[in-house]
T-cell receptor, first 111, second 115 residues
Framework: GENVEQHPSTLSVQEGDSAVIKCTYS??????FPWYKQELGKRPQLIID?????GEKKDQRIAVTLNKTAKHFSLHITETQPEDSAVYFC??????????FGAGTTVTVRA | NAGVTQTPKFRVLKTGQSMTLLCAQD?????MYWYRQDPGMGLRLIHY???????AKGEVPDGYNVSRLKKQNFLLGLESAAPSQTSVYFC??????????????FGPGTRLTVT
């Protein structure tokens, strides 16, 4: 099955700086790559996703890049704010209904 | 719309006891999932369903059973709970009918402790 590795496991950034989280996947047939944000005690929620036919996607302060050749994708958060503090999960899917998640990255934004 | 709901929110079991977790969605989604979340291990798929009356094993199915008798409900059962099943359980659903909407919508979670 698909194996997704996520780095780093924790990330501390100064407010206003950028944060980058990287994920690698094992199955070259994977074609869908979502990112979920989970605030403390809450449910995971989708923040951005990308398909394998697109190299980059941006939504306000967040962006995702995909390198199919290297089988890795990254989440970029610019101008970080305290409300960006959360756990972020990447995932990959080779079908439209099953996701394999990374282990998560705990992001702390220091004021 | 309530989205995805789960009951109960918390539960404490003794080793060997059984229980059922209920997941309900009101979005007419075809696909439903059960995950467990443990510290440092992300979300791991236990079982899933691609439609009413269907179920399939995920990554960590041992010790769990599921049923999807109605499209809107997905039940997760623990027949004989073990301390290793202490976790937070999340249910999720996704459309399954749209090529542009793969998003999985999660429920609020159930925190289960097995002593």
């Amino acid at each position: 099955g698909e194996n997704v590795e996520q780095h780093p496991s924790t990330l501390s950034v100064q407010e206003g700086d950028s944060a980058v989280i990287k994920c690698t996947y094992s199955d070259s047939a994977s074609n869908y790559f979502p990112w979920y944000k989970q605030e403390l005690g809450k449910r995971p929620q989708l923040i951005i996703d990308i398909r394998s036919n697109v190299g980059e996607k941006k939504d306000q302060r967040i962006a995702v890049t995909l390198n199919k050749t290297a089988k890795h994708f990254s989440l970029h958060i610019t101008e970080t704010q305290p409300e960006d503090s959360a756990v972020y999960f990447c995932a990959a899917s080779i079908s439209d209904y099953k996701l394999s998640f990374g282990a998560g990255t705990t992001v702390t934004v220091r004021a | 719309n309530a989205g995805v709901t789960q009951t109960p929110k918390f539960r404490v079991l003794k080793t060997g006891q059984s229980m059922t977790l209920l997941c309900a969605q009101d979005m007419n989604h075809e696909y439903m999932y059960w995950y467990r979340q443990d510290p440092g291990m992300g979300l791991r798929l236990i079982h899933y369903s691609v439609g009413e009356g269907t179920t399939a094993k995920g990554e960590v199915p041992d010790g769990y059973n599921v049923s999807r008798l109605k499209k809107q409900n997905f039940l997760l059962g623990l027949e004989s709970a073990a301390p290793s099943q202490t976790s937070v359980y999340f249910c999720a659903s996704s459309s399954g009918t749209s090529e542009v909407d793969y998003e999985q919508y999660f429920g609020p979670g159930t925190r289960l402790t097995v002593t």
